[in-house]
């Protein structure tokens, strides 16, 4: 026997499918980065994936290709972030999800921003516009994305279904708050660290970003989708 379903429930299940679809962006999006600055890393003439950083795939030639991928990155964390603030809405609650959405949005930007404004060339002082506008694009990304995970871990180790994930959530915030933290000091007193540009710089910076915001897209992307999944098979079940 066929179950009817009526317009306004066909509608919202077509709603939450296309928000479930927005999802996909924080997997996809975070593959497509680090594929892309792999890539580039080993065709790119000169370039030492070991000892520069990411960001300097930018000078030079052929640098439009990780300017790109960083404004593509940030793009797709942005339509993650649609399909995120859906799913996480009823969870969080208004208040909560305004603040997360805030720091997340910033977040996000600061990876456009990096892709806008290039570094100045490897081993060289960051001084100019452009390479000082570059540097404030690495924290953009970084403190902001620790601040929401603060706040996501605060909200949602009070909720039983979501307590591990906002374990995951808070413990993420806190360690990322190291880097940008580092950054800023790096802008205000350059000789703080010694020398940044270390032999492995490129390594660390790597581990940096790929165990960092990457991972934290990846992961919360699949708790969504799981969750928007079995939020939609117990409405189906209802219907």
């Not at 000892?51 to 990780?66: C, F, R, T």
């Not at 797709?76 to 649609?82: D, E, K, P, S």
């Not at 609650?93 to 456009?112: E, F, K």
């Not at 953009?140 to 871990?153: E, K, N, Y």
Request: hydrophobic letters at 50%.
């Amino acid at each position: 026997m066929s179950v009817r379903v009526s317009p306004s429930e066909a509608t919202a299940r077509g709603t939450a499918e296309n928000y479930r679809r927005l999802l996909w962006a924080g997997i996809i999006g975070p593959l497509i980065f680090v594929t892309v600055f792999t890539s580039d890393g080993l065709l790119k003439p000169g370039y030492s994936a070991y000892a520069e950083a990411i960001s300097y795939l930018e000078v030079g030639a052929n640098g439009w290709i990780q300017q790109a991928n960083f404004a593509l990155l940030g793009v797709l964390l942005l339509v993650f972030l649609a399909g995120y603030v859906w799913r996480m809405g009823p969870v969080l609650g208004q208040g909560w999800l305004y603040a997360a959405t805030a720091w997340l949005a910033i977040s996000d930007l600061g990876w456009i921003m990096a892709g806008l404004f290039t570094p100045n060339p490897f081993r060289t002082p960051q001084y100019s516009g452009h390479g000082v506008l570059h540097q404030i694009a690495s924290a953009t990304v970084f403190l902001p994305l620790a601040i929401a995970c603060l706040i996501l871990g605060a909200k949602l180790i009070r909720t039983r279904q979501w307590r591990g994930y906002g374990w995951y959530c808070l413990i993420f915030g806190l360690v990322q708050l190291v880097y940008p933290i580092g950054t800023l000091a790096y802008l205000i007193n350059p000789t703080a660290f010694g020398n940044v540009n270390g032999p492995n710089d490129g390594v660390i910076q790597r581990i940096v970003v790929v165990g960092g915001p990457v991972t934290w897209y990846v992961v919360s992307a699949i708790i969504a989708l799981r969750w928007a999944k079995r939020a939609s098979g117990q409405v189906a079940a209802i219907v």
